[in-house]
């Protein structure tokens, strides 16, 4: 999710994206470009400005999710918003999106994929005993969404 305040560009920093190479690349160089996917548009939103992180509560209280406030935020000033078509999505036919096979189970996917690991040291030997727990990658992965998605 977004915010437009005042011809500015604002979103949350969310756990999972934090990422100290993007905060550092801001910091050195804050003139900033993206091409944004729309969901359900074949258009892409070209975004140029002036980046900055900010801790501003006032700002990341507009971003609280199940009472969770991020810690950061990321503000574009100076903002040139351009949509142009693309060809690409168009020919991608990406919406509406299907539905997710029923047999996809990411949990089993992870466990084969521990298992399917050559690498017998002690980290996969770890992981391997843990994944034969039944049911224990589903809960943590459940355990995780709900925790840390936010």
């Not at 993206?34 to 258009?43: E, H, R, V, Y």
């Not at 949509?83 to 020919?91: H, Y």
């Not at 189970?105 to 521990?114: D, N, T």
């Amino acid at each position: 999710m977004a915010l437009m305040i005042d011809e500015q560009l604002c979103f949350a920093d969310r756990p999972g994206n934090r990422r100290a190479d993007s905060f550092r690349n801001i910091i050195a160089q804050s003139r900033v470009s993206a091409a944004l996917l729309i969901p359900g548009s074949t258009k892409v939103a070209h975004v140029e400005g002036q980046a900055q992180l900010t801790t501003d509560g006032a700002l990341r209280s507009a971003f609280a999710v199940r009472d969770k406030i991020p810690l950061l935020a990321n503000r574009i000033d100076g903002l040139s918003l351009v949509l142009r078509s693309s060809g690409a999505l168009e020919r991608a036919q990406l919406w509406p999106a299907p539905t997710a096979p029923a047999d996809i189970r990411p949990a089993k996917i992870f466990v084969e994929h521990v298992r399917l690991n050559k690498d017998k040291g002690i980290g996969a030997r770890i992981a391997g005993a843990f994944v034969l727990v039944p049911g224990l990658m589903q809960r943590g992965l459940d355990k995780d969404y709900r925790d840390n998605l936010y």
